[in-house]
């Protein structure tokens, strides 16, 4: 069985520019979670979605948002970058059925 | 709220060694826990978990026990190898299937 993957794996982009990650989920589960994990740091949790809606979001600013395809795939787009969005970006996958949560391999974003 | 916190690192220790890493969270309702693992450049991997009190999570030589009156849920392992130099999180899952996660601590075995 396929994990949870993201794309692409390493994303540079310069300040005021527009990222966007994705995030393909286990099969079989309707949950999305997205977390930034900054340098030395742990993990900040920025949104979840389950079944296509937003069902909370982190204290992140609104240029942080994202979508649920009806696959289930994500997309987190993250907008006027900063320097300090420099981070890797977990994506999880859950179900409603299982107690816990799948990671996938991360997207390392850069801003120059 | 819901929160976790664990010992803060790093944590050096020699191969064979005991460990210990130190856990506790507050919640409201019956969380479940967890403890996910994160080798050098890559995303999280879960560890053990435990559902309810008393319950013991094992995997690799790893074992954690879920203390309801304690509110802890600290991972141990008997003797560590350098293969488990890594950073290590709790977790906990709340009612509502939100997650929240520790700050990491970071192990590094020594042959």
Redesign the interface.
């Known amino acids: 069985e396929a994990g949870v993957t993201q794309s692409p794996t390493h994303l540079i982009k310069t300040r005021g520019q527009q990222a966007t990650l994705r995030c393909s989920p286990i099969s079989g589960h309707t949950s999305v979670y997205w977390y930034q994990q900054a340098l030395g740091l742990g993990l900040q949790f920025l949104l979840w979605y389950d079944e296509g809606e937003e069902r909370n979001r982190g204290n992140f600013p609104p240029r942080f948002s994202g979508r649920q395809f009806p696959n289930y795939s994500s997309e987190l787009n993250v907008n006027a970058l900063e320097l300090e969005d420099s981070a890797l970006y977990l994506c999880a996958s859950s179900s409603w059925g299982l107690v816990e949560q799948y990671f996938g391999p991360g997207t390392r974003l850069t801003v120059t | 709220g819901n929160s976790v916190t664990q010992m803060e690192g790093p944590v050096t220790l020699s191969e064979e060694a005991f460990l210990t890493i130190n856990c506790t969270y507050t919640a409201t309702g019956y969380p ?1 826990l ?1 403890w ?1 693992v994160q080798y050098p450049g ?5 560890l053990l ?1 435990a ?1 309810k009190a008393d319950d013991k999570g094992s995997n690799k030589g790893f074992e954690a026990t879920y203390r309801k009156e304690t509110t802890s849920f600290h991972l141990e392992k008997g003797s560590v190898q350098v293969s488990d130099s890594a950073v290590y ?1 709790c977790a906990l ?1 709340a009612t509502g ?8 601590t970071s192990l590094t075995v020594i042959p």
């Open positions: 479940s967890f996910y890559e995303g999280l991997q879960l978990k559902t999180f899952r299937n939100q997650f929240y996660f520790g700050t990491g």
